[in-house]
Structures are given as structure tokens and as C-alpha cells.
């Protein structure tokens, strides 16, 4: 699925990449057709996205509710996001190719080479029970928990932060959906810290240190993470 930009075609996920058939076991996922370097932004949340609330969520039809579990991702908002186009295919691997700068998008922490799959970090995704990982990383976790930001947040927003100087550097298609723009450019100029990736996470959205009234809380930095990973809040 594409849609068009200021005449350019484009889609939500990275334009260089396919859907393939993996396996009857994983199904299928999202494959580099061409070099996608490192820095590049791979998916941005858009418009078309669709957000399902709780309330909205429990009111679907149960086959409808199962495909909507099946194939979105829960945000640090307590909503699910329900991708429009092939990004809901999506794999998760332990070493994944894209993981988040705690903005609205992901980047590739490393080379993605014509023909690799395209994966991300499922812990990141606000997981609400464990599975049986099967991706087969050298140092495969075995089982992807809901808590695994609050052990691995300090290691992948380290690849993050490696990565996030080459935004500014490559090309990038997505960049017209980016949404945090001014906060990119203050990142990259050092302006600002790099928020960490705890920034999506519910359970530090939701502690009584991050709730206002009406206002934007203050984000977590990569300076920060450390601390809130060590030290969470019940």
C-alpha cells in the first residue's frame, strides 16, 4: 500500500523493502530490497494509522478483536496503533535491525543489507505477556518479556544513540511524515538530549512522577534511562 506526498510515492515503511513468506511458523515479514544504511528512518507513525482505545478495543466483534491483538502494538499511551500498510508485518528479533530514538519512528542501528529482514525489538512494544522467541540471534533472549525495558533500555538506546548521528546524513524518504522535526534537529545539533526509548514505555508514562495535568511530561533522556531502568516506580 502507497500513498502520495508532494508528488513523490512513497509508503510508511521504507520504500526499499518487500513482503516476504518466511516460514509457516513466523508467517511472513518485511525484507530490505536494496541497502537501507544505518540512520535511515525505516517507519514513522502517520495519519492513516489507526489508534484503537481500550473501550474501542473491547467493543470490536471477537474475530475482529483477534486480528487487531495479532497485528498492532500497544503505545505508552495504554492505546493500540493498528499500522495501515505491510509495516504491521513487522518481525521481532533480539537483535533487531530498527529500534526507536524515543520519537514517533525507528532507525536502522545497523547496515540493513539488500535482502535482510527488517525486524524491531517486540519488548520495546509494551508487551502485556511473554513469548517464545524462535529468531535464532546469537544471543537470543528465549523469552521476550513485558519487562524486558526496564533490563535492556540502557543497551538499545546505546545502539540508538550510535546510529542517530547518520539521520542526518542519509537519505531519507519518511522524512516528510516525521512529526518531531524541530526536536530531531536540536538532537542532532546537540541541543537537546537523544529521549531514550523508555519514552514509549507505559509503565513510565503512567508513574506518579510522569502524570500532568494537560501538559506534555518530561521526557526521559539517554542520560537519564539508566536510572528509570535501575529504579522503576510500581
Keep these: 500500500?502507497?500513498?502520495?506526498?508532494?508528488?513523490?510515492?512513497?509508503?510508511?515503511?521504507?520504500?526499499d523493502s518487500e513482503l516476504r513468506f518466511v516460514s509457516p511458523a513466523i508467517g511472513y515479514g518485511l525484507f530490505a530490497t536494496?541497502?537501507?544504511?544505518?540512520?535511515?528512518?525505516?517507519?514513522?507513525?502517520?495519519?492513516?494509522?489507526?489508534?484503537?482505545?481500550?473501550?474501542?478495543?473491547?467493543?470490536?466483534?471477537?474475530?475482529?478483536?483477534?486480528?487487531?491483538?495479532?497485528?498492532?502494538?500497544?503505545?505508552g499511551y495504554g492505546n493500540r496503533i493498528l499500522c495501515w500498510d505491510h509495516a504491521r508485518f513487522v518481525n521481532h528479533s533480539c537483535a533487531a535491525a530498527c529500534l526507536s530514538?524515543?520519537?514517533?519512528?525507528?532507525?536502522?542501528?545497523?547496515?540493513?543489507?539488500?535482502?535482510?529482514?527488517?525486524t524491531?525489538?517486540?519488548?520495546?512494544?509494551?508487551?502485556e505477556e511473554p513469548f517464545t522467541c524462535f529468531c535464532d540471534a546469537p544471543h537470543c533472549r528465549g523469552q521476550v518479556l513485558p519487562d524486558d525495558p526496564m533490563r535492556y533500555a540502557g543497551a538499545w538506546d546505546m545502539l540508538v544513540a550510535a546510529a542517530f548521528p547518520d539521520v542526518?546524513?542519509?537519505?531519507?524518504?519518511?522524512?516528510?511524515?516525521?512529526?518531531?522535526?524541530?526536536?530531531?534537529?536540536?538532537?542532532?545539533?546537540?541541543?537537546?538530549?537523544?529521549?531514550?526509548i523508555l519514552r514509549h514505555i507505559c509503565s513510565v508514562k503512567s508513574t506518579p512522577a510522569t502524570r500532568s495535568k494537560g501538559r506534555r511530561r518530561p521526557l526521559p533522556t539517554v542520560a537519564a534511562r539508566n536510572q528509570l531502568a535501575t529504579d522503576p516506580r510500581p
Excluded: C
Design 120 to 127: 524491531d525489538d517486540y519488548g520495546a512494544l509494551n508487551l
Design 34 to 75: 536494496r541497502l537501507i544504511p544505518k540512520g535511515t528512518i525505516t517507519w514513522v507513525v502517520d495519519p492513516l494509522d489507526q489508534i484503537i482505545s481500550p473501550p474501542k478495543l473491547h467493543a470490536l466483534p471477537e474475530l475482529v478483536k483477534t486480528s487487531a491483538f495479532k497485528y498492532s502494538y500497544l503505545n
Design 168 to 196: 542526518g546524513r542519509v537519505e531519507q524518504p519518511l522524512w516528510e511524515l516525521v512529526r518531531e522535526k524541530e526536536e530531531v534537529h536540536r538532537a542532532l545539533a546537540g541541543q537537546q538530549q537523544l529521549p531514550s
Design 101 to 118: 530514538p524515543g520519537f514517533d519512528f525507528e532507525i536502522a542501528v545497523r547496515d540493513i543489507r539488500a535482502g535482510d529482514e527488517i
Design 1 to 15: 500500500m502507497v500513498y502520495r506526498i508532494n508528488a513523490i510515492l512513497i509508503t510508511v515503511i521504507h520504500p
